[in-house]
């Protein structure tokens, strides 16, 4: 679709302060007087993350990093929605504003709309429960859509609004969709994907090569449902509704939430970006001077079997890859931890393939109603098995009395063979005031049929992993205390009771990304 006038991006803001932050961030940007303290093992150096302050969103820094991405400007008029406060009383209203100078390739100001606000809180919904507006889109009729995330009597769901001029918004009778299991859904998402292509497709598109997105932020998750959108009914049709327990489809299964996508129309993808928090606490933010990290941006299409979504990393990331090592066809015993040395351990982009023979006699498990995360947070997925758990250690200390285990577990269900995937945070730091909460998920995949896949980047304080060529995410933040850069380790190990095969491994150094044309402000440091 061409970019007609206006190119809407929606942003989301979910807490107030962030606004303030945007500034504190922007006024850093011409300034670069930034003092971020000596000591920072945990600053990353391709993860984008502010100078200083608390990051929680995609905010209106997306143009730049798209420029950074794509090597080249954003043409076309910008329009942006966003969820602000009145002065007066706590109520969010949606604004608009547009660039100031459409010349300045990072779109640096913005100028708020003379009529702001253009959509205040409806009857019934409450005052604070009304923000996050998502891209908008052009409907058959030509009208604007843009749905806001709320919620009525404690069901979550998305309010739609219709414009022809962008400024005069009407909300429509009923919401795109209702859910009767989830709470205040924060961020939304609304986004076609091609049902027989991986490429991604404009937000506006509607025609039977495409199913629908729908994507919601509550209880710290991103949550999506597969379906069609019935535009002449204005609903959301779901294959599923939510049914808030762990069967519900998640982007990430670690820490992951607000997220947005974005339709790239220079590289035909679909773009998705969420907001990744810490796990210590206030006191050590505001010694570190910042808090939160962007994800790596990760592509996201539709899955062969339409049940689910798949995410890679963007291919830019792989630029910054640098001094690689590479293992084909070994045999990783029972027992073995196996260090993978001549990489930088803090700062790699890792990529291996396992191969599990003989799978017959594997350990029974039927996961009616087993969540899997708890799995993974009990002995049952840690303790030896046949086949797992075996995996990488990343961010581990040489004696590993500190490491965060990514890893699967291979069972033998009912009907299939489950593989399992953990990370296991519990020994991920000596400090004891952090969150070392497990996380784990399925991963939809065959392993007769196919080998077990898992990418990993590791960035210092987060491990952003990729199981069964993704199809399973699990991001972690991890503070470990022993391991300064030189003294990080990443191994491979395996604790299952047969060998599993190496089939391939590629890891590479990654070298630090420029941010804003500077290199990343850990190396301004030293
Ligand atoms: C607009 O941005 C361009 C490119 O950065 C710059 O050359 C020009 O001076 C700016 N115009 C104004 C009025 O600030
Ligand atoms: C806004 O749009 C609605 C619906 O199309 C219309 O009824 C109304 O008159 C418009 N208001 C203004 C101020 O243009
Ligand atoms: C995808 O499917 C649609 C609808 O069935 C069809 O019109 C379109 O040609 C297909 N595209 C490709 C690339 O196969
Ligand atoms: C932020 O981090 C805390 C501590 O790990 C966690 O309990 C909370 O769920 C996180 N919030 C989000 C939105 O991810
Ligand atoms: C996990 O182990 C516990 C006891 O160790 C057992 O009760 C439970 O059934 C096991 N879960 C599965 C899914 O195998
Ligand atoms: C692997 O097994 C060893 C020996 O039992 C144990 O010390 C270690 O904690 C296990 N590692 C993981 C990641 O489960």
């Not at 979504?309 to 792989?318: A, F």
């Not at 996961?367 to 002995?379: F, M, N, R, S």
């Not at 065959?446 to 980047?457: F, G, T, V, Y």
């Not at 990443?490 to 804003?516: E, Q």
Request: aromatic letters at 10%; charged letters at 20%; a negative charge.
């Amino acid at each position: 679709m061409e970019i007609s006038a206006p190119l809407v991006v929606g942003i989301c803001c979910v807490l107030l302060s962030s606004l303030i932050d945007v500034e504190a961030f922007n006024q850093n940007i011409h300034s670069l007087q930034v003092t971020v303290s000596e000591n920072q093992p945990y600053r990353t150096a391709f993860h984008f993350q502010p100078p200083q302050n608390w990051l929680n969103g995609v905010c209106k820094w997306v143009p730049l990093i798209i420029q950074i991405l794509m090597g080249q400007c954003i043409m076309g008029e910008f329009t942006i929605c966003f969820t602000n406060t009145t002065p007066m009383v706590q109520c969010l209203v949606q604004n608009l504003a547009t660039p100031k100078n459409l010349s300045d390739p990072f779109l640096r100001e913005w100028v708020k709309f003379s009529k702001n606000p253009i959509m205040t809180p409806p009857n019934g919904v409450k005052a604070n429960e009304f923000r996050d507006p998502t891209t908008a889109w052009k409907g058959l009729d030509g009208k604007w859509r843009v749905i806001i995330g709320s919620e009525l009597n404690n069901h979550g769901m998305a309010i739609l609004y219709q414009s022809e001029d962008f400024v005069n918004w009407t909300k429509y009778q009923h919401p795109l969709y209702i859910s009767e299991e989830t709470g205040m859904w924060e961020c939304p998402d609304f986004y076609p994907v091609s049902i027989n292509s991986t490429n991604g497709v404009d937000t506006s598109v509607q025609n039977p090569s495409v199913k629908h997105v729908m994507k919601a932020s509550f209880n710290s998750h991103d949550y999506y449902m597969l379906g069609n959108y019935d535009s002449e009914m204005e609903r959301f049709i779901s294959e599923s509704d939510f049914t808030g327990t762990s069967l519900d489809l998640r982007y990430d299964y670690g820490k992951f939430y607000a997220s947005k996508t974005f339709f790239d129309n220079v590289k035909n993808r679909r773009i998705l970006w969420g907001w990744v928090n810490e796990s210590d606490s206030t006191e050590d933010d505001i010694e570190k001077g910042w808090s939160g990290l962007q994800s790596i941006p990760r592509r996201v299409w539709l899955d062969e079997s339409g049940k689910q979504l798949l995410q890679w990393p963007v291919e830019e990331i792989e630029t910054l890859r640098d001094k690689q090592v590479s293992i084909h066809g070994k045999k990783l015993l029972s027992g073995a931890v196996f260090e993978l040395s001549g990489i930088t351990a803090a700062q790699a982009d890792v990529e291996v393939f396992f191969e599990v023979p003989e799978l017959e006699e594997v350990e029974f498990m039927d996961p009616t109603g087993v969540d899997p995360q708890l799995l993974c947070g009990k002995e049952n997925a840690s303790s030896n098995g046949k086949f797992g758990p075996f995996g990488l250690l990343t961010l581990a200390s040489k004696d590993l009395a500190e490491q965060t285990a990514i890893f699967f577990r291979v069972f033998r269900g009912p009907s299939r063979y489950i593989v399992l995937m953990c990370s296991d945070q519990s020994r991920s730091s000596l400090r004891k005031e952090v969150d070392k909460t497990t996380f784990g998920a399925f991963v939809d995949i065959d392993p007769c049929l196919e080998k077990i896949s898992l990418r990993s980047l590791i960035d210092h304080s987060i491990v952003e992993s990729y199981g069964g060529e993704g199809r399973t995410c699990i991001t972690t933040r991890v503070y470990p205390m022993l391991a300064s850069d030189e003294g990080m380790h990443l191994y491979l190990f395996n604790n299952g009771t047969s060998s599993v095969v190496i089939s391939r491994l590629n890891a590479w150094s990654m070298k630090r990304a420029k941010i804003n044309g500077k290199e990343s402000l850990r190396y301004r440091a030293t």
